[in-house]
């Protein structure tokens, strides 16, 4: 094999590459001998077939996968030889090929540019160090404690009223006929939330125990079985018991029954919980500032196969008409995203970080334990996903280099509060609105999920 370059523009390098025909004829004399011992042919015996035969029947073939194996050989080796750094896939452009001839292509490849990186040590940056106050910390323990309510059963002859639990089985009927999960044994319904079907639970308003009570209602429109979409229904209820709620002690038993050890660990749970959904959000800013400082000092050429292929991600779910209305900001925030890339790659690599196997697979325990009863759905979706992997690998390895550049520059940790954080980020929510670069970030008081809390 030889290579030469042809011609160097920029970060474009054309190779010359001549596979001699006394190479290529030794790879398919090889292939030849191989489907000699597959091939069956009538009037042949098995593994007997001449090669001539052989030839005449399967030479073209046989040609075009040899090529087609000598390609992906040597386009490596030239690489390699030249000491080439390619950005995304070379192209191959054939110039003579034919058996009996010389193989000789061109390899147009485009190379990643030579990053030179400036010293960080005069970079600034805030990071933000929240404090929950109590009395949100408080306020999300009586949501906890609402959300897990207790209940004891009401007198014998007490009627049921909005904000009880309704306990009963049913047997339901379409024009009088049975159907798949036409009965239920011990429903619970808590009255007032309308979560059975629509207006269902009001009808219990007012039941008392041992009483049965003919309910109608719909089916839904999106019921499994089409013929029973937003059919009426009457359900036959009996009525087992009537239950009331209690009001919940918030003390070291209840923060037991949450997962806690004791009422000072569970407020410790919350205040954790809280403050990482903030964090996220002010970790955002904080690194979106030192980002915008390195890419600022830093120039760096570009190939432009990357830009385009970033373009071709970004906008791969947009309309033709948002892609042509967009096409000069989105053909920026690429560059910024490649640019920013190859230099944090660059301080990755010149600092030997590296994110180890063990890494991942803690994460993903990480996300398991923070998903409870979603923990096969997943551990499932990352071993059929090896993309995901890889990509949960790359942010791994992101977070370790904006951890280390952290280390480096001049950092300033400020306290604050959550109206403090919440004003930071709305600010910053509001200048990437006009830049029209970003989601909102923010998770908002009213954002704040409550779920129930649970020792990690």
Known sequence: MKVQVKSKKGLRTILSVIVEKKNIQIKMDERLKELQKEVALKGFRPGKVPQEVIKSQFGKSVYGEVVDKILRETTTKAIDEKKLKVAGQPKIDLKQFGEGKDLNYELQIDCLPSVSLKSFEKFKATSFKIKIEDEIINGKLKEISNQNKQFEDKNENDKASNGDRVIFDYSATVDGNKFDGSEGKGVQLELGKDLFLKGFDQQLVGVKKNETKILDATLPSNHPKKELANKKTKFECKILKIQKPKANKIDDDFAKLMGAKDIKDLKALIEKQISSQYAQALNSITKKEILDQIEKNHEVDLPQNLIDQEILIMTQNLKPEEKEKHKSNNEKLAKSRIKLGLLLNEYGEKNNLKVSDDEVRNEIQKQIKGMPGQ??????????????????????????????????????????????????????????????????????????????????
């Open 375 to 456: 923990e096969k759905m997943i551990l499932e979706y990352y071993q059929k996903n090896p993309s995901a992997s890889q990509s949960l690998k790359g942010s791994l390895y992101e977070e370790k280099i904006i951890e280390l550049i952290k280390s480096k520059i001049n950092l300033t940790t400020k306290e604050i509060n959550t109206k403090e954080a919440e004003k930071i980020i709305a600010e910053f929510n509001e200048s990437f609105k006009e830049n029209d670069k970003s989601k909102n970030l923010s998770p908002g008081k009213n954002k704040i999920k409550s779920k129930k809390i649970s020792k990690k």
